[in-house]
């Protein structure tokens, strides 16, 4: 029953290094999110995909590209990582009738 | 654009009942939820609301909404130390087939033993 799988938990990366975050969901749900959080800030949407193909810019998402690889995995990555991106990702996940949104546990990211 | 705003601090003894508040902007949102996050760990889903309905009872947990107000009330009876935690609201709505959530900042729960 695993739910929302990200990968890794935890990175140290240095300034301009780049990176992938790996999210996968088996609850056959459409639609996946990636948002960060930050302190004193809430979560914020970073990208999110509606359905398997397709993917939108959500409120935050300068520095990041993502791949709807197949209708359970959504990735996320950072192409030359800046100490701003220093926070705490999530990924999610929901189906159609959109009220019930699951999170994973979260991946712990520092850039240095 | 959406806003939801919340007070950032609670503070309550062990079996008092806590009652977390949060506005929320967008007059259109099809639910709204309470998630649940405990130090170093992810986002439960605690409860949600439709916006049709104007309270839900889930065991300890109530959810009221006044939509007129736009205000959304999450009361936690017999509060308990495993409490302890911050508490998001959010509202979604539907943007490019897909429901977005627009969250508040948290409410940093804290019960006094």
């Known amino acids: 029953n695993a739910g929302v799988t990200q990968t890794p938990k935890f990175q140290v990366l240095k300034t301009g290094q780049s990176m992938t975050l790996q999210c996968a969901q088996d609850?056959?749900?459409?639609?996946m999110y990636w948002y960060r959080q930050d302190p004193g800030m809430g979560l914020r949407l970073i990208y999110y995909?509606?359905?398997?193909?397709?993917?939108d810019k959500g409120e935050v998402p300068n520095g990041y590209n993502v791949s709807r690889l197949n209708k359970r995995e959504f990735s996320l990555r950072l192409e030359s990582a800046a100490p701003s991106q220093t926070s705490v990702y999530f990924c999610?996940?929901?189906?159609?009738?959109?009220?019930?949104?699951?999170f994973g546990e979260g991946s712990w990211l520092t850039v240095v | 654009g959406e806003d939801v705003e919340q007070s950032l601090f609670l503070s309550v003894r062990e079996g008092d009942s806590s009652v977390i508040n949060c506005t929320y902007t967008?007059?259109?949102?099809?639910?709204l939820y309470w998630y649940k996050q405990e130090p170093g760990a992810g986002l439960q889903l605690l409860t949600y609301?439709?916006?049709?309905?104007d309270m839900k009872q889930d065991q300890r947990l109530t959810v009221l909404l006044n939509k007129k107000d736009k205000h959304l009330s999450l009361r936690i009876a017999d509060t308990q130390t495993g409490d302890s935690a911050i508490y998001f609201c959010a509202e979604s709505f539907v943007g490019a087939g897909s429901y977005q959530l627009t969250f508040g900042k948290g409410t940093k729960l804290s019960v006094i033993p």
């Open positions: 609850m056959n749900h459409n639609s």
């Open positions: 967008d007059s259109s949102s099809t639910y």
């Open positions: 995909s509606a359905s398997e193909g397709t993917t």
């Open positions: 609301i439709f916006s049709n309905m």
């Open positions: 999610a996940s929901s189906g159609s009738s959109g009220n019930t949104i699951y």
